[in-house]
């Protein structure tokens, strides 16, 4: 695992995302990546349920190369991506000014703005809750959502893009918002590969389709 980085999330989020695991993989997943990650701490029990900040960046990152460990490069890209969009839906769009993309006003407003709001809103939560800085640019036809640094890259060292659970998460969070409408995100630059205290994702305005279900 890599040198702590002394920047946390609160417990509840590193919880939900420990979970998340379970909702994608199985139940002792939880258990078998905290082991595999030299977390023994949370493969016996889960974060608490609280929002002191506690969970360090570097245990994030600990959890996404054990899960390519288990499941190899590849196999482990899609499982994070699996894994972004749980933890997204099962805690983080209800938690702080996110609950608020369910309300009937906002409902009403049409997609393109239902997304930007979402966007701002999940900023906005990450910034606040957690030790994560986040940034949201409109440049012509894409949004980028630059995280400095990503918990995910925190530490590694890769060839390729390492942090495809915020993939996931950010996926999550545009179908949720838009009202079913699947967006393309990729990562442009990650730290892991450049060795950059931030990460950059490239959203496209326009959406794919429309998909019903999460």
């Known amino acids: 695992m890599a040198e702590l980085s002394g920047l946390y999330y609160p417990n509840r989020l590193a919880r939900s995302f420990l979970l998340a695991f379970e909702e994608v993989l199985g139940k002792n997943a939880p258990e078998a990546v905290a082991n595999l990650a030299n977390l023994p701490q949370y493969a016996a029990h889960l974060p608490p349920d609280n929002l002191a900040r506690e969970f360090d960046f570097a245990y994030f990152a600990a959890l996404c190369d054990a899960l390519e460990e ?47 709001i979402g ?14 800085r986040c940034t949201l640019l409109t440049q012509g036809e894409t949004y980028r959502w630059i995280a400095h640094p990503s918990p995910m890259a925190w530490g590694r060292v890769s060839d390729k893009s390492v942090c495809h659970a915020f993939v996931g998460m950010l996926q999550g969070c545009l179908h949720y918002a838009s009202g079913g409408y699947e967006f393309h995100v990729y990562e442009q630059a990650c730290g892991a590969v450049n060795s950059s205290e931030k990460c950059e994702f490239v959203i496209n305005r326009k959406p794919i389709g429309q998909v019903v279900g999460g």
């Open 70 to 116: 288990m499941y190899g490069t590849r196999g482990g890209r899609g499982m994070a991506l699996s894994i972004g969009r749980a933890w997204f839906n099962r805690d983080l769009r209800d938690f702080g000014i996110l609950a608020a993309l369910s309300h009937p006003n906002f409902l009403a407003l049409p997609p393109d703005h239902r997304v930007q």
């Open 119 to 132: 966007l701002h809103a999940l900023t906005r939560v990450l910034g606040t809750a957690s030790d994560q």
